[in-house]
């Protein structure tokens, strides 16, 4: 007789029930399935995602309190991006001068940003539907201007099931699991405010 698969940790469970709402908001908020979406808004969506990226990882390296034991330089995505922004038609010099979101969620412990990467990782994950959208609407692929809805490619689903055993593995206190899930919540409330002010929203 088998042995039945573990539950999740009391973590990702946290994690997850804690940013469900705010998840499920914003994704309808998103234009992904819109008949508004054209090649200008998806272009003025990836660089709204630039705008949060760019100074979030930036901060992740600045506060060196990204996860350790997980390999950060692979799941860094600013310089996909980027390729993605000058594929469709930006420069440069009109990249550096994109506007960055100023209101960031707040690292400030190992434990939120655990919370923050969460976020992170788990859009890596939800961009694999994205991208099979964006190639029927707009004809876009890896080449041409959609590599950040698929950045890990193939390893997809191995680095969320990577990610999810580092959580699991994760031993935190009540007040660590709070901070945790804390951040999470901010970035999901930081990242909507941001599209919305870059007007990229439904």
Not at 175 to 188: I, V
């Amino acid at each position: 007789m088998s042995a039945p698969s573990a539950p999740p940790s009391s973590l990702i469970q946290a994690l997850r029930t804690e940013t469900a709402e705010l998840h499920v908001a914003l994704e309808k908020r998103l234009p992904f399935f819109s008949e508004q979406l054209d090649i200008d808004l998806y272009r003025r969506l990836i660089a709204a995602y630039h705008g949060f990226y760019q100074p979030l990882e930036r901060q992740f390296q600045v506060l060196a309190l990204a996860p350790t034991g997980l390999d950060q330089s692979l799941r860094i995505k600013l310089p996909v991006l980027r390729m993605d922004l000058m594929a469709l038609g930006l420069d440069e010099t009109a990249i550096e001068a994109l506007p960055a979101c100023q209101r960031l969620p707040q690292i400030d412990s190992p434990a939120a940003a655990l919370g923050v990467s969460y976020v992170l990782e788990g859009a890596t994950l939800g961009g694999q539907i994205l991208r099979r959208r964006v190639a029927e609407q707009l004809g876009l692929d890896a080449s041409s201007g959609a590599a950040f809805l698929d950045v890990y490619g193939e390893l997809t689903g191995r680095r969320w099931k990577d990610f999810l055993q580092y959580l699991g593995d994760r031993n935190l206190g009540d007040e660590q699991m709070l901070e945790a899930t804390r951040a999470a919540r901010a970035t999901f409330i930081c990242f909507e405010r941001w599209l919305d002010s870059q007007e990229v929203l439904l």
